[in-house]
């Protein structure tokens, strides 16, 4: 057994090894900003760490929204977008004298697809094209989203969609024409598709347009995806 020897004249407490001579310390230490209290009779911390541990905190990056300009140059491309394809819709229904006479327009008997669709002549759905080219149900799909898109993109709203079935109409449109007149491969159509995606993406119908207040209506909130 070992000795123990208590000297009150110098405070020390003796154990048979000269390791175990402690020196009296104070009732408390500061560890880590933390008083810590000691154990005197056993010379020992009563708490199993000095240093409270603690949560390691990380960096996370705040959104970084977009520039008011940046999102005005956004609502501007979409409204003049949008313009296009209503422009489209308008000239070939009422043949307003741009690209389409009166004669030739819908409500007067005209055709509108039949002449874009007729012209593929070279691409490798020329065969697909020509048999749809002309139809009625090809004629009111078409002119359906032409009108879709000029509303959707003009007053900001169902973005998701419009930029859905836009991509699809224009990359349709880009494979009539294959081979491009001006390049082996890309083309106007292409770029409109990628455009339209990428409003979509950074929400441009909710400046300048009425995107906010159509996410918030009851049926979209029930389907997300006319968002």
Do not use: C
């Not at 709203?157 to 001006?182: D, E, H, Y």
């Amino acid at each position: 057994m070992v000795d123990i020897a208590d000297n009150a004249a110098s405070g020390t407490r003796t154990t048979g090894s000269p390791a175990a001579t402690l020196q009296s310390p104070p009732a408390a230490m500061v560890a880590g900003h933390r008083a810590v209290p000691l154990d005197t009779e056993r010379g020992s911390l009563s708490m199993p760490l000095m240093h409270e541990a603690r949560p390691k905190v990380r960096a996370t990056r705040p959104d970084s929204p977009l520039r008011p300009s940046v999102r005005y140059l956004l609502a501007g491309i979409r409204v003049a977008l949008g313009f296009v394809f209503m422009w489209a819709f308008l000239d070939k229904l009422f043949g307003l004298g741009h690209d389409t006479t009166s004669a030739k327009s819908w409500l007067h008997g005209g055709n509108p697809t039949k002449g874009f669709l007729g012209s593929a002549s070279v691409g490798p759905f020329r065969g697909l094209y020509h048999a749809i080219a002309g139809t009625g149900v090809v004629n009111v799909l078409f002119m359906g989203t032409l009108l879709g898109l000029g509303v959707a993109l003009i007053l900001g709203i169902g973005m998701r969609l419009a930029a859905t079935a836009g991509a699809v109409l224009t990359a349709m449109m880009w494979s009539v024409v294959l081979p491009p007149a001006g390049n082996p491969f890309l083309d106007d159509h292409l770029i409109y598709a990628a455009v339209l995606v990428l409003l979509a993406m950074l929400s441009a119908g909710d400046t300048a347009g009425l995107g906010r207040a159509w996410a918030g209506t009851a049926l979209v909130r029930r389907a997300r995806w006319l968002k």
